[in-house]
């Protein structure tokens, strides 16, 4: 009963996905960037409806929450994800990214250290050198089974007397890690042992694969909730980036007004009209859309775990476990990660984040986003295939 299959191309509307296409000069209508993560897919009609009256209604003021928009978050996190939040938690803020600078300035000082997981988000870090400062990168362990955290590691970062603040990604982006509840435990403790604060990243939380489940950060204890920020927003999960509406949980009073005071120099105190639109639409009637996108999203993911598995043998696939990425390292086909770049975009037409763009621990990687249509997703693989067929790359 809902569409994805059909392929909106977003050429000359301002689209950071797909402006690389324009200025590559890419004609053919086969190729679409699978890069910046946003869906080309269609959002749920309803809430398509809402927009179209709420534009009709034609007057377009300045808008802050009200308490019906602040029951419909309520209700999402307490029906989706089994936690029953106050409304007066909430802060809007222009998205997860900017909430995360808004942090970084409400709770360390210049010269201070900020803890974060690599590969990493590559917004992390541009706002930590941004902001002056000292990046504290905590390495992923990787397995033939996939990621898992280095504790030992963390231990010693947040034993620092300069580490103030740890951004935590869960689900983890970019590869697609969800953390157990045993996980978060630990990492949980480590910080409340070391005063260190937690800001979980969990715009991706909604998308989590068959066979896992996602544990808000907050809901472990008294102590962890007490001692966190939840970044959240409907923008990844019903495709509404362009919005710029994220919804910051912090049950904590004292951390609440801390972050609270730095919002009159980051957003006036107001949102946008139409992103408050969505997304009470989509946490009120979305739910039937998000549970078939789901469906698709698993066929996508199986797709490319099986193609990659017959024609890239030695490319090594993550694990789907949440998110809508796929994590895959190409460092098979024996090029450098600036051979593999211009291979990937110029051979096979495919516009990819480069792993290394996500700190060293990257290099060889690709991120692709497979929210998309899965007819444009086959062809993109077979363009892969046949670039590398072309080149005689080892695979």
Not at 105 to 130: N, S
């Amino acid at each position: 009963m809902y569409d994805f299959t059909t392929l909106r191309p977003r050429r000359g509307i301002g689209a950071s996905k797909w402006q690389p296409l324009e200025r590559a000069g890419v004609a053919d209508p086969d190729v679409i960037p699978f890069s910046i993560a946003d869906m080309d897919l269609m959002t749920a009609p309803e809430i398509i409806s809402a927009l179209r009256e709420a534009a009709e209604f034609g007057v377009y003021g300045y808008t802050s929450m009200d308490e019906a928009y602040r029951s419909a978050v309520a209700g999402w996190m307490r029906r989706r994800h089994g936690w029953e939040i106050q409304p007066g938690w909430i802060i809007n803020a222009f998205g997860v990214v900017h909430a995360v600078g808004q942090a970084v300035q409400a709770f360390t000082q210049p010269g201070e250290g900020v803890i974060f997981q690599t590969p990493a988000y590559p917004p992390f870090l541009r706002i930590l050198q941004a902001t002056g400062r000292t990046p504290l990168s905590n390495p992923l362990l990787r397995g033939e089974q996939g990621y898992t955290l280095d504790f030992e590691a963390l231990e010693a970062l947040c034993a620092r007397p300069d580490a103030k603040l740890l951004l935590f990604c869960s689900p983890h982006n970019p590869t697609g890690r969800v953390w157990s509840e045993e996980e978060l435990r630990r990492v949980a403790d480590i910080c409340a042992r070391n005063g260190v604060l937690l800001f979980s990243d969990e715009i991706h939380f909604d998308f989590i694969a068959p066979g896992h489940r996602h544990t808000v950060l907050a809901t472990l204890d008294e102590q962890t909730r007490d001692n966190c920020i939840v970044g959240t927003s409907a923008s990844k999960t019903f495709n509404l980036a362009g919005l710029s509406t994220a919804n910051i949980i912090i049950p904590n009073d004292t951390l609440r007004r801390r972050f609270r005071a730095k919002t009159d120099g980051y957003t006036g105190g107001y949102t946008g009209y139409f992103g408050l639109t969505a997304t009470r639409t989509a946490y009120e009637k979305g739910e039937a859309w998000l549970d078939a996108l789901l469906v698709h999203l698993e066929g996508n993911f199986r797709l490319c775990r099986e193609f990659l598995a017959q024609r890239f043998p030695s490319a090594w696939v993550a694990p789907w476990e949440g998110t809508y990425l796929l994590w895959a390292d190409f460092s098979c086909l024996g090029l450098t990660p600036e051979e593999q770049e211009r291979f990937m975009r110029d051979e096979a037409g495919l516009f990819l984040d480069e792993g290394y763009i996500f700190d060293r621990e990257g290099a060889g990687f690709e991120r692709m986003v497979l929210a998309c249509p899965r007819l444009q997703l086959e062809r993109a693989l077979e363009r892969l295939d046949q670039a590398a067929a072309r080149r005689g790359l080892p695979r």
